[in-house]
C-alpha cells in the first residue's frame, strides 16, 4: 500500500509542477494612466496617445484613444488597462477612422508629434500607482 501512496503522491506533484509550468507570465505590474488631449483648444477625439518607454526599447507600447470630451487612459496590449511604471516619451497621432482601408492615410497633427526625437510634449514618469498626466495641448503650429 506504501508504494501505490507515494506513485499516487509523486503523480500528483508531477501534474502540479506541470501545471505550474503551463501558466504563461502573469505580465507586467500596470499602473492607470489618464489625461486629456486638445488640438487647437478643441477636445482631439479620435486621436491615438502612445507612451514609448524613454530611451526606446522593444516590449509593447500603452496607448489609449481620446473620448469626444479629450480625455484618455491608457492601456497595455495585451495586459489591460494601465502602464508599467516608468518613465515614457509621450507621442500622439491622429488618424481619420478610416485609416486601415485608406492607401495613405494623413496624421491630423504636425509629424512632431509622433518623432521621439522631436515631440515638445513633456516626457512622463508612471509611478507605482498611477498618475495623471498633464493636459497635453498641441498645435498646427
Known amino acids: 500500500m506504501g508504494s501505490r501512496r507515494s506513485t499516487v ?64 487612459a491608457v492601456a497595455t496590449h495585451p495586459h489591460g488597462s494601465g502602464a508599467p511604471a516608468g518613465e515614457y516619451t509621450v507621442l500622439v497621432t491622429w488618424f481619420p477612422p478610416d485609416a486601415r482601408s485608406l492607401d495613405n492615410p494623413k496624421n491630423k497633427l504636425p509629424a512632431k508629434y509622433a518623432d521621439p526625437a522631436k515631440t515638445p510634449v513633456p516626457k512622463v514618469s ?14 498646427a503650429k
Not at 23 to 30: I, K, S, T
Not at 36 to 58: C, D, K, N, R, S
Not at 126 to 139: E, F, H, Q, R, S
Open 9 to 72: 503522491s509523486g503523480l500528483l506533484f508531477a501534474l502540479t509542477a506541470v501545471g505550474g509550468l503551463s501558466c504563461g507570465p502573469a505580465g507586467p505590474v500596470l499602473h492607470p494612466v489618464r489625461g486629456t488631449v486638445h488640438f487647437e483648444g478643441q477636445p482631439a477625439e479620435g486621436a491615438t496617445v502612445i507612451l514609448e518607454p524613454a530611451g526606446g526599447g522593444g516590449g509593447s507600447k500603452p496607448s489609449g484613444t481620446v473620448a469626444a470630451d479629450g480625455s484618455f
Open 126 to 139: 508612471v509611478p507605482a500607482g498611477g498618475t495623471d498626466i498633464p493636459p497635453i495641448k498641441l498645435t
